[in-house]
C-alpha cells in the first residue's frame, strides 16, 4: 500500500513539474504573439491593396508590361514554398502545413512530380526535415528564415523565386502558409506566388483598371512588380509567425488544463488510496486490542 501511494505521489509531482512548464510557454508564446499579430494586422491591408492592384493591371495590360512575371506558359517545372516554424509543440499547426503542401504536390502537379520537376523551398525547420525524410527535392537554403525575421532577410527568397522564374527555371511558384485570423482559428491556404494571378472575371467581364500611371505604365510596372511581390512573401511568412504562436498558445493552455484534470484525478484516488491504509491500520488496531482483553 505504501508503494502504491508513493507511487502516486511522484506522478503528481512529475505532473506539476509538466504544468508549471506549460504554463510558462503560455505566457510566453502569449507575449510573442501579441508582437506577430500587430506586426500582420499592421501588414495585412497594405499588402491585400498592393496585389488587388497588381492583379487588376497585370488582368487588363496588353504585353508583358516590362516583365515576365506575369507571362502564363506550360507548367512544366514547379517550386513549392511551404511556410512551417522551426519548433514544435504547437499542436497540429505545422502538420497542417506539410499535409496542404503534400496533397498540393501529390494531386496537382502529380506529373511534374513523377518527372522529378517539382522542388521544395522550406521556410521552417520542420517543412525541411519532413520533405527531406521525405526524399523530395528540396533546396535548404531558406529554412532558417526565422532565425532573423525581417523584411530584407526574407525579400531574399522572393527574389530568388522572380530570379529563378525569369530564368525559366520554374513555370509556377506556389505558397503554402497558414493564414492568421486568431489565436485559436488558423486558415491554411495555398496561394499563386507567380506568375502573378489575374483577377477573376464577373459574368464573363474583365474588371478594368482604372488608374492614371506617371510616367509611363510599362517602366512604373516593371519597378513596382517586384517590390510588390517581396511585400507578399513577408506578408505571408508574418501570418505564419503569428499563426505558429497562436497556436503554440492554444496548444499551451489545452496541455495545461489536460494536467489539471489529470491532477484532480490522482488526487482523488491518492486520498481514496490513503484513506483505506488508515482504515486497514485502525481495523488491525482495533482487532490487536480487542485480542489483548480477551
Not at 513523377?114 to 531558406?142: L, M
Not at 507567380?194 to 482604372?210: M, N, R, S
Not at 493552455?253 to 482504515?279: F, G, H, M, V
Request: charged share 25%.
Amino acid at each position: 500500500m505504501a508503494g502504491a501511494l508513493k507511487e502516486v505521489r511522484n506522478r503528481i509531482k512529475s505532473i506539476q513539474s509538466t504544468q508549471q512548464i506549460t504554463k510558462a510557454m503560455k505566457m510566453v508564446s502569449a507575449a510573442k504573439l501579441r508582437r506577430a499579430q500587430d506586426a500582420i494586422v499592421q501588414m495585412r491591408p497594405y499588402a491585400k491593396k498592393l496585389q488587388e492592384m497588381l492583379s487588376n493591371i497585370v488582368s487588363n495590360a496588353e504585353g508583358n508590361l516590362g516583365s515576365n512575371l506575369a507571362l502564363e506558359r506550360p507548367v512544366e517545372r514547379v517550386l513549392v514554398i511551404p511556410v512551417s516554424s522551426d519548433r514544435g509543440l504547437c499542436g497540429a499547426y505545422n502538420a497542417n502545413v506539410i499535409k496542404l503542401a503534400r496533397n498540393l504536390v501529390n494531386e496537382k502537379y502529380a506529373e511534374q512530380l513523377r518527372k522529378g520537376n517539382v522542388t521544395i523551398w522550406p521556410i521552417g525547420k520542420k517543412a525541411f526535415e519532413y520533405f527531406s525524410k521525405a526524399k523530395y527535392n528540396v533546396d535548404p537554403g531558406h529554412k532558417d528564415i526565422f532565425l532573423n525575421l525581417n523584411f530584407e532577410h526574407v525579400q531574399t527568397v522572393a527574389q530568388a523565386a522572380m530570379e529563378a522564374f525569369q530564368k525559366k527555371e520554374y513555370d509556377v511558384v506556389e505558397l503554402v502558409y497558414s493564414e492568421f485570423k486568431n489565436a485559436a482559428t488558423q486558415r491554411f491556404v495555398v496561394e499563386r506566388f507567380l506568375p502573378i494571378p489575374k483577377v477573376e472575371q464577373k459574368e464573363g467581364k474583365a474588371i478594368k483598371a482604372d488608374f492614371i500611371f506617371e510616367p509611363e505604365m510599362d517602366s512604373l510596372i516593371a519597378e513596382l512588380m517586384p517590390k510588390i511581390l517581396n511585400t507578399q512573401m513577408f506578408k505571408a511568412v508574418l501570418d505564419a509567425k503569428a499563426s505558429e504562436e497562436g497556436a503554440r498558445m492554444t496548444a499551451m493552455d489545452k496541455a495545461s488544463e489536460n494536467a489539471n484534470e489529470l491532477l484532480k484525478t490522482l488526487r482523488i484516488s491518492y486520498n481514496r488510496a490513503r484513506q483505506a491504509a488508515i482504515t486497514t491500520e485502525l481495523t488491525e488496531i482495533v482487532s490487536g486490542a480487542a485480542a489483548l482483553k480477551g
